[in-house]
């Protein structure tokens, strides 16, 4: 019965993964969602967004159908959820066999597939409903939930469980807030202005019954709000002598908003064109992951072995220290 034992204990231990396996796996499932929001955006910028006309078959005779251009791209997208779908049951299944065991990573693993389940029923309603920019607006979001769930859980399993203390001012922590708001303000502002122009993903598709000058007015204010707080969060924490850790992810915040910014004033000035518009949507999901872990930065786990420090001791010991004086004696 004791070898009995031994062999099933030695057999549950050849089921696991390390915690840098696992964070690979965690990176693949943040990069496929990333992928599938970009084809989705492809499936509708296309018009290709009811080539099948039934859900969850192409039609009402097959299941799978590649008879003209727009069901294949619409097919394929469908066909790239499953793909999807299986790295996020990896993601659970590995937070579950990770060693050391870690709870929160189960947690929010299973909010990734969760967030898929639900766009894959959203995605048949908004088939349904013909693709009312309503549901086309909040597969859109539900997509970036989907990103920043990733990007939160790639963050954890990239870092070591416990509780955490800012390594920033609570001013600073409090400015990178209201950014990520005005950031996730943005996922919504943008799918107003694509809900009310021509990209629809059917010529028979419903948009919203709002002036296209006046959504893109709205959205670009909400660009500029949410510029101008990252540019005085940046200052700040310059000012503060930050760590270079967090100053680098600021910058490359800075470096995608203003990209960001820049597509989509460049689509807006040339009549939206597709491609443009692609790339402006490819753009959004960089966004969301980007702003998120600059934000997840700002605070570092306190070690509960009291022989090593952690971050934000260290940097709270750092910033107690006298300065030295510049003045000449």
Known sequence: MNNNSQDDQSSDERFTLSAQAYRKVAIVALALIAIIVVTGAAVRLTGSGLGCADWPNCSSTEFVKFGNPNQTIEQVNRLFTGLVSAAVIAAVLGSLRRRPYRRDL??????????????????????????????????????????SD????????????GLTRPRV????????????????????????????????????????????????????????????????????????KTDQDILRRGYALLV???????????????????????????????????????????????????????????????????QESTTAP
């Open 106 to 147: 189960v947690w929010w693993s299973a909010g990734l597939v969760a967030g898929v389940i639900g766009q894959i029923v959203l995605g048949g309603i908004t088939v349904l409903v013909g693709l009312h920019p309503a549901a086309v607006g909040a597969h859109f979001l539900l997509s970036m939930l989907l990103v």
């Open 150 to 161: 990733a990007t939160i859980l790639v963050w954890k399993a990239s870092h070591e469980p």
């Open 169 to 240: 001012s609570p001013t600073n922590l409090n400015l990178s807030r209201v950014a990520v708001a005005t950031a996730a303000l943005l996922m919504v502002t943008g799918p107003l202005v694509t809900g009310s122009g021509p990209h629809a993903g059917d010529q028979k598709s419903p948009r919203f019954d709002l002036l296209i000058p006046d959504v893109a007015r709205v959205h670009s204010l909400n660009m500029w709000l949410f510029l101008i707080i990252s540019v005085i969060l940046l200052v700040r924490l310059g000012l503060a």
């Open 256 to 322: 995608v908003i203003l990209i960001q910014g820049g597509i989509g004033y460049t689509q807006y000035e040339l009549g939206i064109p597709a491609r443009l518009v692609l790339a402006h949507i490819a753009g959004a999901t960089l966004l969301v992951g980007t702003v998120l872990w600059f934000h997840l930065g700002l605070s570092s786990t306190v070690s509960t072995d009291p022989t090593v420090p952690s971050a934000a001791a260290t940097a709270q010991t750092r910033s107690d220290l006298p």
